[in-house]
């Protein structure tokens, strides 16, 4: 143990452990909104206890025993769905998503905070994606997912520089809260969602902030690119060499001060990786708690996304393990810093 003590706070934590009754409520409310079916399904009733239980089970376990502290939850990422069409669908399936997060939240204070899904669609507007972002906000909630490509594969939106988002990043601003860039399932058989979609809009968005100047027009934006930040760190010198011949700046004036990586790699090779490209003050411990790739790594005898123990095996000083572990957190997640700071100490 060193000098400093920190919680170990994920930044990347999805509930996946869903009562079997939203998953049906979910599947009836497309089926009606891709005019499969002629009946709006009422909101499940979901009850306190069944989701003490499932989250006890699965979530709470998996935290004591990897030795994180506390995760910041959103709803499921690939089941968002912004290909359905219509946004009042879009918008009571992220309310009724999101608050189950809060109350999640409100059960366990200590061990979650609630990060939102927004009501995005194809060709849709933004004025329900900020209303249900100052809803959440209201609600507690330390930021949000906000999707690049709500087609899921097709790329039909604006790049995230364009000014079309302007009115979402200048609330964001306002509410001193970050978005985690992450795309929902995909909807094209040659794109895996985890594997290929995941990745590829990753590395996608990244080029994005890289041609525009998005942290130029709204510099105290700040984005998470989960997931390590895709193919990013492994390709820097592309990056940088296509920043020069874009005439921008150097990626670490460019981009770093507002940018930031997760450490949803699954191998200790691609942590080392990370770890020696991207300056650690732009690192934030993440492990997609019940996540995206179920299985023990046969090398280790591990569980492939138990990131912390890949981290643990760096061997890090004291305040840069302290940095990635807890203080980047919470300067990226400022009301998050406010939430532990009215808890008090840490939960163990
Ligand atoms: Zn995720």
């Known amino acids: 143990m060193g000098l400093v003590t920190s919680l170990a706070i994920d930044c990347h934590g999805h509930f996946t452990t869903e009562p079997e009754s939203l998953r049906a409520f979910r599947a009836a ?8 079916s002629t009946r709006r399904p009422p909101p499940p009733e979901i009850e306190d206890d069944e989701l003490r239980a499932t989250v006890e089970r699965n979530q709470l376990r998996q935290q004591r025993e990897r030795g994180s502290d506390l995760t910041i939850l959103s709803p499921r990422a690939s089941a968002m769905g912004h290909h359905v069409p219509d946004q009042d669908i879009a918008t009571e399936w992220a309310r009724l998503s ?5 109350r999640i939240r409100d059960l366990f204070p200590r061990n979650f905070a609630g990060v939102c899904q927004l009501p995005q669609t194809v060709d849709g507007d933004l004025d329900p994606v900020l209303a249900e972002l100052e809803r959440c906000v209201g609600n507690g909630f330390v930021g949000c997912n906000l999707n690049p490509d709500p087609s899921g594969g097709g790329w039909s939106a ?3 520089y364009d000014r079309w988002w302007d009115p979402l990043w200048q609330a964001m601003t306002r509410l001193d809260v970050p978005a985690m860039v992450h795309v929902s399932g995909s909807c094209r058989p040659a794109l895996h969602t985890t594997g290929g979609h995941y990745l590829a809009a990753d590395t ?3 080029m994005q902030l890289v041609e525009g100047d998005l942290f130029e027009r709204h510099p105290t934006l700040r984005l998470i690119i989960p997931h390590g930040g895709g193919a990013a760190p492994y390709h820097w010198g592309r990056y940088r060499g296509l920043a020069i011949m874009l005439g921008k700046p150097p990626l670490s004036e460019h981009l770093m001060h507002n940018l930031f990586l997760d450490t949803c790699v699954y191998h ?3 942590i080392e990786t990370l770890f020696r490209v ?5 690192l934030l411990f993440g492990s997609e708690l019940l996540g995206a790739v179920r299985a023990d790594d046969p090398e280790t005898g591990h569980p492939f996304d138990d990131t912390k123990r890949y981290i643990d095996a760096l061997g890090l000083d004291d305040a840069t393990r302290h940095a990635v572990f807890e203080g980047n957190a919470r300067r990226v997640y400022p009301r998050l810093d406010t939430l532990l700071n009215d808890l008090g100490g840490p939960s163990r």
């Open 158 to 160: 604006p790049p995230l």
């Open 98 to 102: 999101n608050d189950l997060i809060r």
């Open 204 to 206: 996608a968005v990244f």
């Open 268 to 270: 200790q090779a691609g």
């Open 29 to 36: 409310q497309v089926a009606f909104a891709e005019g499969r």
């Open 278 to 282: 991207i300056d650690p003050k732009n």
